[in-house]
């Protein structure tokens, strides 16, 4: 259990964050990427997550997310997109946090399996909504630009993550 001084800074680091990813969330939402493929997106809130993930730990980066989805959706987008993006959140995290665990990856890597997954999360999402599964068509260039923005967002979250403070959060497990 976190104490006094640790556990204020954990809060208010997660309060910061928080901000971060309502901010890059909207940012996105201004940003029309358009190749033609519906859902490809920059992915600039998994950035925050990631690090939110590394400094606060697997619990405080899921609910990050998830106030992050909520706040976002009530605030700049509709039901439809809120379900898309919880779904895709909630595909990333799980993804995100089992590669983490398994020591394999790097923060890009873990990065990657969290676009890759949300991607996956958002079609399922399509899918039950539409009632086809013909919206899996996609998931070749989502693969792809889950992949690419993953992995850039990984590389980026790996240098904040060199230089926030260690004293903001835990201290990474490497």
Same mark, same amino acid.
């Given at each position: 259990?976190?104490?006094?001084?640790?556990?204020?800074?954990? &809060?208010?680091? +997660?309060?910061?964050?928080?901000? @971060?990813?309502?901010?890059?969330?909207? !940012?996105?939402? @201004?940003?029309?990427?358009?190749?033609?493929?519906?859902?490809?997106?920059?992915? @600039?809130?998994?950035? &925050?997550?990631?690090?939110?993930?590394?400094? @606060?730990?697997? %619990?405080?980066?899921?609910?990050?997310?998830? &106030?992050?989805?909520?706040?976002?959706?009530?605030?700049?987008?509709?039901?439809?997109?809120?379900?898309?993006?919880?779904?895709?959140?909630?595909?990333?995290?799980?993804? *995100? !946090?089992?590669?983490?665990?398994?020591?394999? +990856?790097?923060?890009?890597?873990?990065?990657? +399996?969290?676009?890759?997954?949300?991607?996956?999360? %958002?079609?399922?999402?399509?899918?039950?909504?539409?009632?086809?599964?013909?919206? +899996?068509?996609?998931?070749?260039?989502?693969? *792809?630009?889950?992949?690419?923005?993953?992995?850039? !967002?990984? *590389?980026?979250?790996?240098?904040?993550?060199?230089?926030?403070?260690?004293?903001?959060?835990?201290?990474?497990?490497?």
């Amino acid at each position: 259990m976190k104490r006094g001084k640790e556990r204020s800074r954990s &809060v208010a680091l +997660f309060g910061v964050l928080t901000a @971060l990813a309502m901010l890059m969330g909207y !940012i996105e939402t @201004l940003l029309p990427i358009s190749i033609g493929v519906p859902g490809v997106k920059l992915g @600039l809130a998994n950035l &925050v997550t990631v690090i939110a993930m590394y400094r @606060l730990g697997e %619990q405080e980066a899921v609910l990050l997310s998830f &106030v992050r989805v909520v706040l976002v959706g009530f605030t700049f987008g509709n039901m439809a997109a809120l379900l898309y993006s919880m779904a895709g959140a909630a595909c990333s995290l799980i993804c *995100m !946090i089992a590669a983490e665990k398994s020591g394999w +990856f790097g923060e890009a890597g873990v990065s990657i +399996f969290g676009g890759i997954a949300h991607n996956i999360g %958002q079609l399922g999402a399509a899918a039950f909504v539409v009632k086809t599964t013909g919206v +899996f068509w996609y998931f070749p260039v989502l693969l *792809m630009a889950g992949t690419v923005t993953g992995a850039l !967002i990984g *590389m980026l979250a790996g240098e904040v993550l060199k230089r926030l403070p260690r004293s903001a959060g835990r201290e990474p497990e490497r």
